[in-house]
């Protein structure tokens, strides 16, 4: 059986070819790569290289060299190393663990606000609010650049939709907040179930970009 490697999420498909459409991000049968075939098995017991292990040295002139570029060449590679570093080191996954935390909280406490017509639970929800709002640029950022990077701007429906949630999810983070802030007795108002359903909706949209984020990660 041949294994085949999806270019966009790194899926591997083991088949004798690769499948119509890739089930984790979506894309068609020409992303796919072979990566290996069946073979016999080689059972010969020469003895490895004598630097078959040896890892080389890092070759030093890969590296720009900052003192001939202007400011904006350094700008630039600076830019490159902080990109390379946040896929690296997962960023975009790390990161949307605050929003993805707190959005249900919010959701909760403006629900038992609404029930309880508890003013002090309502402020905590908005409060919670103000942390995800600050969080939405580095997730959005972060985000930009590994579908960017790592998933070569795939236009597949999943980032399609995983973009639309997450669009969905910060406009309504930031259209409850100025409401509030302009009416803070929003759930006394005859507006307040739309205040919670703009509410609920960020919290689905949420749950709807961190599914489709856990699908691509663990190739589900």
Known sequence: MKKWQCSVCKYIHTGD???EKCPVCGVSADKF???EEDATPDTST???AADENKTDAPNETDKPDLSTLDKWGRVKVYMEQATDLMLQHHA???SVHLPNGVIPVVAI???LAWFSGSEMMLKAGFINLIFVLISLPIVGLTGFLEW???YNQAQTNIFKIKIAAASVTAVCCITSIIWYLVNPEVLASSGAWLFVMINLLMLAGAGVAGYIGGKLV???
């Open 17 to 19: 070819d690769p499948p």
């Open 33 to 35: 790569v072979l990566l």
């Open 46 to 48: 020469d003895a490895p």
């Open 92 to 94: 975009h996954p790390m």
């Open 109 to 111: 406490l403006i629900v």
């Open 148 to 150: 960017k990077e790592k």
């Open 218 to 220: 663990f190739k589900e």
